[in-house]
T-cell receptor, first 115, second 112 residues
Framework: GAGVSQSPRYKVAKRGQDVALRCDPI?????LFWYQQALGQGPEFLTY????????KSGLPSDRFFAERPEGSVSTLKIQRTQQEDSAVYLC?????????????FGPGTRLTVT | DAKTTQPPSMDCAEGRAANLPCNHS???????VYWYRQIHSQGPQYIIH???NNETNEMASLIITEDRKSSTLILPHATLRDTAVYYC?????????????FGGGTRLMVKP
């Protein structure tokens, strides 16, 4: 079946612009995660949804970052007034449940470059 | 979640077994050991996980020491497509928000 998809795959934004990154999880997956991966580093957790509820947003680096999942399916990560330090790959992952023994399936990521 | 330590890089000859070590000396009783890998320009891919017992699937084997303070991921017959960064992750059991905490990983280079 279809995996996790993300769009766009690449995004170039000028400093100060707002961007919106989309994630389509695997159908029926309850849990959805966003991660940020800087060049040469491992992914870092941003936020977590269980269905439409955002249960953990402790990893969001500033109040310019906002995520939503209004119908418990597609999720959007929005970054307002982008800064150069926001340049990274943004990864989305989904899983069946929040239980620890269920693996997360990752999308290919969106590479954001802020100029 | 407990912290993990992995060598930054390793080489392996094609067709040979690749043995990737991981130390997790502060692991607690309800924490699982997970392995993911990330091939260049792709998202991380789940490989295998375990709690206490050794585990095997179609991709790899996971050997966890009896004291659970270290583990080894074994790719029995490495191919060039196994070249990737391999992440060992310790993850607590149960509850909401079971995010993955990635470290630096091991960059495995499989050579012809």
């Amino acid at each position: 079946g279809a995996g996790v998809s993300q769009s766009p795959r690449y995004k170039v934004a000028k400093r100060g612009q707002d961007v919106a990154l989309r994630c389509d999880p695997i159908s029926g997956h309850v849990s959805l995660f966003w991660y940020q991966q800087a060049l040469g580093q491992g992914p870092e957790f941003l936020t977590y949804f269980q269905n439409e509820a955002q249960l953990d947003k402790s990893g969001l680096p500033s109040d310019r970052f906002f995520a939503e999942r209004p119908e418990g399916s597609v999720s959007t990560l929005k970054i307002q007034r982008t800064q150069q330090e926001d340049s990274a790959v943004y990864l989305c992952a989904s899983s069946w449940t929040s239980g620890s023994s269920y693996e997360q399936y990752f999308g290919p990521g969106t590479r954001l470059t802020v100029t | 979640d407990a912290k993990t330590t992995q060598p930054p890089s390793m080489d392996c000859a094609e067709g040979r077994a690749a043995n990737l070590p991981c130390n997790h000396s502060t692991i607690s009783g309800n924490e699982y050991v997970y392995w993911y890998r990330q091939i260049h320009s792709q998202g991380p891919q789940y490989i295998i996980h375990g709690l206490k017992n050794n585990e095997t699937n179609e991709m790899a084997s996971l050997i966890i020491t009896e004291d659970r303070k270290s583990s080894t991921l074994i790719l029995p017959h490495a191919t060039l497509r196994d070249t990737a960064v391999y992440y060992c992750i310790v993850r607590s059991g149960g509850g909401a928000g079971n995010m993955l905490t990635f470290g630096g990983g091991t960059r495995l280079m499989v050579k012809p």
